[in-house]
């Protein structure tokens, strides 16, 4: 498959290493440009491109850059992407640490993966974004294997839940549907599945138990 990524940090960096080695044709783009990502290249066969040029003919495209930096990628950031193309966003929002207040999570409510969304324009499929990045290179397992862990998608499109699904199972992960994109809170910060490594009943589980009510130390 062609898979773009935006981000080139700790998820999208080793999202990179995975997804090469499993054989896909990835483009990488991070915000200070392609001359900058010649050792992630170098290492993975990945091609480095300027965020302007990371959609092209891509199937799937992968925003996994910290929430605050959103609005500033460019308008048309997707244009050239393969048709039915399918976003896959890893974010969260850390207000104190990272992000700043943002009002359309604190005061409209909306999910971080909504806002994102919003910002986008694209409906999103929400992946990731309580694994370790570490993890995405040492917990991989075969279909079936005991220790396979499982890993929360929200999303409102069943088609892009389909196909992100599938290529969470090649990179060696059980998948577990969390709903729509505005049931995501089950899976933001401070939930009792975000950091869980375990498998798919024990994701199950610890989704039903989340609270909506967004800790105070994820409030801005
Ligand atoms: N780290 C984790 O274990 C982990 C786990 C799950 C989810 N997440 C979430 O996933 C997201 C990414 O996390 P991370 O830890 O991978 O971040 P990170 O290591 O800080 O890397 C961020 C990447 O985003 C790029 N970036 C920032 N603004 C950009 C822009 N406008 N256009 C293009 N690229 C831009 C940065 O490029 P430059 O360096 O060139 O600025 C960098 O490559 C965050 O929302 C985070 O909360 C992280």
Redesign the pocket.
Known sequence: MKIGI????????NLTRRLTALGHDVSV?????PE?LSALAGETGATAVP?SEVARGAEVIVV????K??P??PAGVFDGAAEGFTVIE?????PQQ??GRIAGIEDEGLTESRWTERRLGRPVVKA????????ILDKPRPAGAPDRIALPIAGDDEGAKKTVRSLLDELGFDVVDAGGLDESWRQQ?GTPVYGLAAGTAEVTAALAAASPERPAEFRG
């Open positions: 935006i981000g080139a940090g700790h998820i999208g960096g783009a991070n915000s200070r440009g900058t965020v996994t850059i910290p929430l930096n959103v500033d990628l890893t974010g969260n929002y850390y990272r992000d990731f974004n309580g694994t370790y990045a570490q993890h910060p």
